[in-house]
């Protein structure tokens, strides 16, 4: 018998069932709130927000049931790294590429940042931006699974510098190999229901905007070299005064989640 495998099976099934338990308890205070707003005389989510000028998307053909998703850390091999287009790249720190473009390019209206990293980076199509900083000259890159975002995890994306004639001279990235569906699908909550749950935790503030909502996948579990991914709602929410903030809701069990923003740099000091 392969004990490690076996002891990993069984962390990452207690793991879910842990998950499963909290959105039990999560259902139960929801349905809670959710008859107290109708007792105070407010049956919607959606006469709540307008009430305080709080402007939201109307998305529709949203999924409805997802798969947990599991990866493993891809570990760059020499020919992987000399095979990449006007790259001078190396990997000395396990599963981290860090390469220097040879010749910079520049992002033009004919050739955007996305186009350049899919050309000269490992796998690049398996990409999308996630967010830019014009003064730090940076962008944050994350893979995608199943055409949804890997967010914040320090496995699984890239980081752009440009210089300031806006072309692109470096990149780090790191790669999750395998990526699939884990176990069956599972129900989700609307993306409205995460709406309400940052609503009724007082963080969404009157005559904020809702942004962008998406469906993509945050770490559950992190066992070693291979992880487990739980389907997660990012909100993006512009308040009153122009200042923006990110929030996630995990779409299984209605949890808040306390993702840091600067995942790619604490994890890799741990390391």
């Not at 939201?56 to 798969?67: D, G, H, K, S």
């Not at 830019?132 to 496995?155: G, I, K």
């Not at 942004?211 to 487990?228: D, I, K, P, R």
């Amino acid at each position: 018998m392969d004990w490690s495998r076996t002891k990993t099976i069984f962390i990452i099934v207690f793991s879910i069932l842990n998950v499963f338990l909290m959105s039990l308890y999560l259902d139960r205070y929801n349905e809670s709130v959710g008859l107290q707003s109708t007792l105070d005389g407010t049956t919607t989510i959606e006469d709540r927000l307008g009430t305080e000028s709080i402007e939201f998307p109307r998305l529709t053909n949203m999924p409805q049931e997802v798969a947990y998703v599991s990866g493993t850390v891809h570990m760059f091999t020499e020919d992987e790294l000399e095979s990449l287009e006007n790259v001078a790249a190396r990997s000395e720190s396990e599963g981290i590429l860090e390469a220097v473009l040879l010749e910079p390019v520049a992002v033009t209206e004919d050739t955007s940042l996305e186009e350049i990293i899919q050309e000269h980076a490992f796998r690049g199509n398996d990409y999308k931006i996630w967010s830019t900083d014009a003064e730090e000259r940076t962008a944050l890159l994350f893979q995608q699974v199943n055409e949804r975002s890997v967010y914040h995890n320090s496995r699984a994306n890239i980081v752009v510098t440009w210089n300031e004639n806006n072309e692109v001279t470096s990149f780090t990235q790191t790669y999750l190999d395998d990526l699939e569906d884990y176990n069956e699908e599972r129900s989700l909550i609307s993306y409205m229901s995460a709406i309400e749950v940052l609503y009724n935790r007082a963080l969404l503030l009157p005559q904020s905007t809702v942004t962008e909502v998406n469906l993509g996948y945050s770490t559950l579990a992190q066992l070693g070299e291979t992880q487990v991914f739980s389907p997660t709602w990012s909100v993006k929410v512009e308040l009153a005064d122009g200042t923006m903030e990110e929030y996630f809701v995990n779409a299984i069990d209605s949890r808040i989640l306390d993702i840091p923003i600067d995942a790619v740099e604490s994890e890799e000091t741990e390391e």
